[in-house]
């Protein structure tokens, strides 16, 4: 408990500060290596900082999973401290002094959060699920670049290793036992439900972004643009056209160079 209690006062002393110049963002090569739903993850959290107008240092590093806090990508590092995840490095930047979402009104900000669970519920597990539950995305596409920065025989082993760990926690949220019929279905409903908020508007909440906006933009532009075995999911999201509208404004704003992997 004490330790916990010097962490979070570190972290509150921390964020008194001004923005630094020397900020990283850390994450995996994205040529070759990086996954489905980590490309997302990672391009959630640069486009939150991008819409926050925020410089950071982006560091590609082949065992930036194990690197991070977490062991989850993307993670920061600002000062003394390594933030790793959407969530809390939102949190953290708000300490800052930047807020995306101030001009909300509270419920407004509560309707958000509800979103951006739902978000994290269908498409993060329809990712995962995609990556490795559907066996030819497994064996052409999510072993080999997984295991593809390290020599044999550390590439096989690692590489199986992440399987059973994602197999085991998808099964235990009940998503390993859906068909893709079914996570085709759930991943439809979050798109309507994503298209009716947005309706006309520029962004979610209007003409100004959110944080909401940031996490849907990394998650669809991914699945609109991963070259898969399976593009099941590329193509429900093509139903709706203010969905891919949005995500084509999102990209020509905050993205001026391409995105490879």
């Known amino acids: 408990m004490a330790s916990l209690l010097a962490d ?14 020397n900020v990283s963002l850390y994450q995996p090569f994205e040529v070759g290596q990086i996954l489905l739903p980590d490309f997302a993850a990672c ?5 939150y900082l991008s819409m926050c107008g925020l410089n950071y240092e982006l560091v590609f590093k082949k065992n930036a999973e194990h690197m991070s806090p977490s062991g989850k990508v993307p993670f920061m590092h600002i000062g003394p401290f390594l933030i790793s995840e959407f969530d809390p490095i939102v949190a953290f930047v708000n300490t800052k002094g930047f807020h995306l979402s101030s001009h909300l009104e509270e419920t407004e900000r509560g309707e958000m959060r509800a979103y951006m669970s739902l978000v994290d519920n269908v498409l993060l597990n329809a990712e995962l699920y995609l990556s490795w539950c559907q066996e030819d995305v497994v064996t052409e596409v999510s072993r080999p670049r997984y295991g593809s920065v390290y020599p044999w025989p550390l590439n096989k082993v690692l590489s199986w290793k992440k399987y059973y760990e994602e197999r085991r926690r998808l099964k235990a949220m009940g998503w390993a036992q859906k068909t893709l019929e079914e996570v085709c279905e759930e991943v439809k409903t979050c798109c309507q439900a994503l298209s009716e908020k947005l309706d006309k508007n520029l962004y979610f909440f209007g003409d ?53 992997r």
């Open 8 to 21: 979070a006062f570190a972290v509150e002393i921390g964020a008194k500060e001004p923005w630094p110049d």
């Open 43 to 47: 391009l959630g959290v640069k486009t």
């Open 208 to 260: 100004n972004p959110s944080e909401l906006d940031a996490l849907v933009y990394g998650h669809l532009y991914t699945l609109l643009t991963t070259v898969l075995p399976v593009s099941r999911f590329a193509e429900i999201i093509q139903e709706f056209d203010n969905l891919s509208q949005f995500v084509s404004r999102i990209d020509s704003k905050y993205h001026s160079k391409d995105l490879q």
